[in-house]
Nanobody, 123 residues
Framework: VNLVESGGGWVQAGESLRLSCAAS????????VGWFRQAPGKEREFVTA????????YYADSVKGRFTISRDNAKNTVYLQMNSLKPEDTAVYYC?????????????????WGQGTQVTVSS
């Protein structure tokens, strides 16, 4: 099982980034996928999630209207489009996969995790 995040980097406030999460080693299109983030000294927090069919999405209030999650099951990849980035979005971003479809806003719902990609937003 492998989840690999990419696309992180350093940007200025107001700019955009697109993260990717590439999956392998399990039936990806049977799994919901979520993005979480963790800033230094803080708990890992929920950002967004998408169901296995992509028919439902969930967002943290802090990113609603700025971030968009999508998936391409043919490519075993989930994307996180992040617009209007703010310094408080600075964190390591992790993707995770869940066989279930409930409690997707909590980290306990997820069986598999990637290693994370750093996003730094300067003011």
């Amino acid at each position: 099982v492998n989840l690999v995040e990419s696309g992180g980097g350093w940007v200025q406030a107001g700019e955009s980034l697109r993260l990717s999460c590439a999956a392998s080693g399990f039936p990806f299109d049977d799994y919901a996928v979520g993005w979480f983030r963790q800033a230094p000294g803080k708990e890992r927090e929920f950002v967004t999630a998408i169901t296995w069919r992509g028919d439902m999405t969930y967002y943290a209030d802090s990113v609603k209207g700025r971030f968009t999650i999508s998936r391409d099951n043919a490519k075993n990849t989930v994307y996180l489009q992040m617009n209007s980035l703010k310094p408080e979005d600075t964190a390591v971003y992790y993707c995770a996969a869940s066989r279930g479809s409930i409690r997707l806003t909590t980290k306990f719902a997820y069986e598999y995790w990637g290693q994370g990609t750093q996003v730094t937003v300067s003011s």
